[in-house]
């Protein structure tokens, strides 16, 4: 007796009696379902911090530099990595200064509290790129310029949200006071947010950093964002600027280089860990059901005694009667795999959109989904865990049946 | 050695408790092809061991039994299964056929199990039910069948593997009388048409359909010739029991 032919027995089996087929398959078909669903919900999260991260740029790095601490001034100019950004041209793409300038700004009568208010440099914007080392774009009219910066030009450029509430969505050569000091807007970025709220990243007025380190009343730059050419190129820029700013300060204290990447790394690192915790959970109930196919299995052998007995006399070997149980079992578990995964996708999907479009409107940033669906390895391995789990169980039951004698068998009433 | 069944001091020793039965205690007996044997005697008189051990279900406790010249007394469960599937047809008193599988492949089974393909499978099934008249039925399942047709079916199963014996192991038992003797009266049509069979039955008016009587009693054969003889049907413990 071949595959086929027990394949086919096995299915005969089954739908003789489909209420205990099902309630035997159940067992199989939650514990499939919460994998895929869970693993389904991981994916999705994952996508959509790989997204928000590619939408800011896995490229960016921050460097932070507070100093030695010992009451020296020694701290490194923007000078400096700018001509370290020069030098390495393959492996940097940008770098300014970033100073907190506070927040509030008003216009005219009106008072914007939440409105944040930024120092950088000309070269948080790109020209050949048209978008700052954040990736936004200009709307209207142009970035801060060379001149500006080095001059401290009481200059502007503010985000959309801020044109809109200001200005009535008409800012460009208007006057904004930032800290009692007049700016002209000279630019205005393009919408970022999907739903422009205030204090977010639509509320916003970049400034030259010098203006902002006179509002803060800071004496040193101590954050630098930069960008590394590519995402490949991340770990090397790391490397590099480390290199540099130790043999500057001397003491790894006196700064820090967060990159992106490894921030990414990391979420994804704690997401996948908490998937697998989840995932176990899960797979506990896969073990509850293939226990649940050897009990119905058990008691399906000593059902079928005479059915086995008749076998044997005519000539089926212990292999072909330890075969047909095995494959029944799988078939089973198989068939409550198929099951699982169509139950859990469908579930994923629907607790996806919902789950996702909370997420999305909380976060509040466009061009990102929520894509809950799994991947097809997490399909591929749910379908043969639950097949090795129904054969795996079904071989003990199987093999007591093989070993009966078929004397007893045939007699057994 | 040319005979088919050949038993030679056969002996089948079950404990029970601190004594041991003997169900078979010292049997030789041979076979040839093309007989019609019955095998009769009460129960306990060691007929159902004997059916046992030469349809291939048991293995002697001692002594030994060849089957086509073939030593099969010391085989073990897997080369049994595979003599039964060459060599041996059975036809028991239930019919034993499976209930979910239709007439055609319970036919079909012992041919599964030989490995024969699909093809010649479903050939050699229609053959076999043919003979016995029932390849119309050969979509039905067993319970929409008569008791006879069914018996029928069996008898289709054991002669679809071309067996070199047929054993038929109480085969009317579960029949009313018309359709025993119909079931009677095919097995001798098979034996005339060359099939071997042995018939296991512990009624004599069917025992002597066959053309010799082995009469077994407490293990032992105590008659062994024709079934016509007289002292064929001659049931010993009977007079004794009388007398007492």
């Known amino acids: ?413 | 050695m040319g005979h088919l069944i050949e038993l030679r001091d056969v002996y089948k020793i079950y404990p029970m408790g601190d004594e041991e039965v003997h169900a078979l205690d010292g049997v030789s007996l041979t076979i040839d092809r093309g007989e019609f044997v019955a095998i009769v005697g009460q129960s306990g008189s060691g007929k159902s061991t004997a059916m046992n051990i030469i349809g291939c279900l048991d293995v002697p406790t001692s002594g030994t039994y060849h089957l086509g010249g073939v030593d099969v007394s010391t085989m073990d469960d897997d080369q049994q299964a595979e003599i039964r599937n060459r060599m041996l047809g059975f036809i028991f008193q239930q019919y034993n056929l499976i209930p979910k599988l239709t007439v055609q492949e319970n036919v079909e089974l012992p041919l599964l199990y030989a490995g024969v393909g699909a093809e010649e499978r479903h050939r050699r099934a229609m053959r076999s039910l043919e003979r016995v008249g029932l390849a119309e039925k050969r979509k039905n399942l067993p319970s929409q069948l008569s008791g006879g047709q069914q018996q029928r079916v069996s008898i289709a199963r054991a002669l679809a593997g071309e067996p070199s014996v047929i054993l038929a192991d109480e085969p009317t038992g579960a029949l009313d009388s018309r359709t025993g003797r119909e079931v009677l009266g095919f097995l001798r049509k098979l034996n005339a048409e060359g099939d071997t069979v042995v018939l296991i039955t512990h009624d004599n008016s069917i025992a002597v359909k066959a053309r010799r009587i082995v009469r077994l009693q407490d293990g032992r054969i105590i008659y062994d010739g024709d079934a016509n003889a007289p002292e064929a049907v001659v049931r010993p413990e009977e007079t004794e029991e009388a007398e007492a």
């Open chain 1, 1 to 413: 007796m071949n595959f086929t032919q027990s394949f086919k027995l096995a299915i005969k089996s089954l739908r003789t009696s489909k209420m205990r087929s099902f309630l035997t398959m159940l067992g199989i078909i939650i514990g499939v379902a919460s994998v895929i669903i869970i693993l389904s919900l991981g994916n999705g999260l994952t996508g959509m911090v790989e997204q928000q991260v590619e939408k800011l740029g896995v490229n960016q790095i921050y460097v932070y530099t507070w100093g030695r601490g010992d009451g020296t001034t020694l701290s490194v100019e923007p000078e400096d990595l700018y001509a370290l950004t020069d030098q390495y041209p393959a492996i940097f793409s940008g770098v300014t200064p970033w100073v907190s300038g506070g927040s509030g700004v008003r216009q005219g009568s009106m008072e914007f509290e939440k409105t944040a208010v930024y120092g950088v440099s000309e070269a948080m914007y790109r020209p050949e790129t048209g978008t700052t080392l954040d990736g936004d774009t200009l709307a209207k009219g142009r970035y801060l310029r060379y001149v500006d910066v080095v001059q401290r030009q009481n200059v502007c450029v503010i985000g959309a949200y801020l044109e809109r509430e200001a200005f009535r969505g008409d800012a460009l050569g208007k006057t904004l006071t930032i800290g009692g000091v007049p700016y002209t807007v000279v630019g205005v970025l393009a919408q970022n947010s999907e739903v422009m709220e205030e204090g977010r990243g639509d509320d916003r007025a970049y400034i030259p950093y010098e203006n902002a380190m006179a509002l803060s009343g800071s004496r040193a730059v101590t954050l630098y964002q930069m960008t590394a050419v590519s995402r490949d190129t991340v770990k090397a820029a790391k490397i590099l600027l480390s290199d540099y700013l130790y043999q500057f300060y001397q003491d790894e204290e006196a700064y820090y280089i967060e990159t992106m990447l490894e921030s990414v790394e990391m979420i994804n690192a704690m997401m996948g860990v908490a998937m697998l915790v989840l995932v176990a959970i899960a797979a506990i109930s896969l073990l509850v059901g293939g226990i649940g196919i050897m009990n119905i299995m058990l008691v399906s052998v000593t059902e079928r005694t005479r059915e086995i007995g008749i076998r044997k006399s005519l000539g089926a070997k212990r292999r072909d009667i330890r075969r047909q149980f095995v494959i029944e079992a799988g078939t089973t578990s198989a068939i409550g795999g198929l099951a699982g995964i169509l139950l859990g996708y469908l579930t994923a999907t629907g607790i996806g959109s919902i789950l996702g479009g909370i997420l999305l409107a909380q976060l509040g940033t466009s061009g990102i989904t929520f894509n809950a669906t799994p991947s097809l390895n997490a399909i591929l391995i749910s379908f043969g865990v639950s097949v090795g789990i129904g054969v795996l169980f079904g071989y003990l039951p199987a093999n007591k049946a093989a070993k009966l004698n078929p004397i007893d068998a045939l007699r057994y009433e």
